[in-house]
Antibody
Framework: EVEVVDSGGGLVQPGRSLRLSCIAS????????MHWVRQAPGKGLEWVAGISWNRVNIGYADSVKGRFTISRDNARNSVSLQMNSLRVEDTAVYYC??????????????WGQGTLVTVSS | QSVLTQPPSASGTPGQRVSISCSGNSSNIGGNSVFWYQQLPGMAPKLLIYRNYQRPAGVPDRFSGSKSGTSASLAISGLRSEDEADYYCSSWDDSLIGPVFGGGTKLTVL
C-alpha cells in the first residue's frame, strides 16, 4: 500500500527558515515525480514545487521561486522542501504528493496527511 | 484569483445528480488533461478523476468527468451525504509551466 508521510511543520518567525520532510513507501520511489502542494487556512490548493524522478526537472510556483528548494534522496525514499525567507503568507498546510508520472506534470496520485507551517512573529 | 474557475458552491438532495464546472483556457485545459480531487472535511485531498474522465480503483462510478474545449465538468449521480466535500479541478498550464488548480467548489448535500 502506498504511504506518504510528511513532517517538519511548526511555528516560525517571518524571515526564518524551515525544512519539511516526506518519506514514501509502498512503491518504487525513484520511478515517480514528487510534489509539495499547500493550502492556506480556509483557502484552496496551491502547487508549490515538483521534482522529477531523476532530479533533472524541477519547477516552482512563482510565489516561492528563489526562496524554496525541493530535493529528493532516492536511496532514502525521501523528498524535502527547504523554505527560506518565510513570509506570513506562507502559512499553510503543506502536503507531500506522489505523481503518477516520472515528470512533475501534476498528476497528484497519492497525498500525505499534511504538515502545518505557521509563520508569525 | 485561481487560474481555473469553479463555482464556489453547489448543492443537491440525496439521490440527485449534480455537476461542477471548471473553466480554463487554451494554455491549460484546452491542451492538457484535467484532474479532479475530493477533499473531505479535515482530510487531505484524494484523486477522484484523472485524464479527464478516468476513475482510479475504488472510486464509485457515480463520479464521472468530461472535458470539452477549455472547460471540464465533474458529475456526481445518486448523491449521498458522504459526498459532502470540497472538489478541486486541476490541469497543467503550458504558459505558467506548472500545474494549476481551480478555487474549489463546496458541495452541500441538503
Amino acid at each position: 500500500e502506498v504511504e506518504v508521510v510528511d513532517s517538519g511543520g511548526g511555528l516560525v518567525q517571518p524571515g526564518r527558515s524551515l525544512r519539511l520532510s516526506c518519506i514514501a513507501s509502498g512503491f518504487t520511489f525513484d520511478d515517480y515525480a514528487m510534489h509539495w502542494v499547500r493550502q492556506a487556512p480556509g483557502k484552496g490548493l496551491e502547487w508549490v514545487a515538483g521534482i522529477s524522478w531523476n532530479r533533472v526537472n524541477i519547477g516552482y510556483a512563482d510565489s516561492v521561486k528563489g526562496r524554496f528548494t525541493i530535493s529528493r534522496d532516492n536511496a532514502r525514499n525521501s523528498v524535502s522542501l527547504q523554505m527560506n525567507s518565510l513570509r506570513v503568507e506562507d502559512t499553510a498546510v503543506y502536503y507531500c504528493v506522489k505523481d503518477r508520472e516520472q515528470l512533475p506534470r501534476g498528476y497528484f496520485q497519492h497525498w500525505g496527511q499534511g504538515t502545518l507551517v505557521t509563520v508569525s512573529s | 484569483q485561481s487560474v481555473l474557475t469553479q463555482p464556489p458552491s453547489a448543492s443537491g438532495t440525496p439521490g440527485q445528480r449534480v455537476s461542477i464546472s471548471c473553466s480554463g483556457n487554451s494554455s491549460n485545459i484546452g491542451g492538457n488533461s484535467v484532474f479532479w480531487y475530493q477533499q473531505l472535511p479535515g482530510m487531505a485531498p484524494k484523486l477522484l478523476i484523472y485524464r479527464n474522465y478516468q476513475r482510479p480503483a475504488g472510486v464509485p462510478d457515480r463520479f464521472s468527468g468530461s472535458k470539452s474545449g477549455t472547460s471540464a465538468s465533474l458529475a456526481i449521480s445518486g448523491l449521498r451525504s458522504e459526498d459532502e466535500a470540497d472538489y478541486y479541478c486541476s490541469s497543467w498550464d503550458d504558459s505558467l509551466i506548472g500545474p494549476v488548480f481551480g478555487g474549489g467548489t463546496k458541495l452541500t448535500v441538503l
